[in-house]
């Protein structure tokens, strides 16, 4: 059964920062791209950043602040999120395959930014 686990999330002030882990089983995902939606109260879920073998992908508002890596020895993504805005409050979630068919999904783990 493939699954995908988040961790990391929690409550941080501005300019803080977290580490968000996913921990992929039940397959190995090394040919895939994956990569880290969040979706924000009242908003539409949007793709923060992704990552393949070749190439990382940032959205416009977490560029400089954000970044994403995996290590492919232990199945892993993570998305290392510095100098934290409030505005960067959401649920995050960990996907392989982003915008394709075959997506899968994290539960997701709630960041919280306070002013």
């Known amino acids: 059964q493939v699954q995908l686990v988040e961790s990391g999330g929690g409550l941080v002030q501005t300019g803080g920062s977290l580490r968000l882990s996913c921990a992929a089983s039940g397959r190995t995902f090394s040919s895939y791209a994956m990569g880290w939606f969040r979706q924000a109260p009242g908003k539409e879920r949007e793709l923060v950043a992704s990552v393949t073998r070749g190439s990382t992908y940032y959205a416009n508002s977490v560029k400089g602040r954000f970044t994403i890596s995996r290590d492919y020895a232990q199945n892993t993504l993570y998305l290392e999120m510095d100098s934290l805005k409030p505005e960067d409050t959401a649920v995050y979630y960990c996907?392989?395959?982003?915008?394709?068919?075959?997506?899968?999904w994290g539960q997701g783990t709630l960041v919280t930014v306070s002013s």
């Open positions: 996907v392989v395959q982003p915008n394709t068919p075959s997506a899968i």
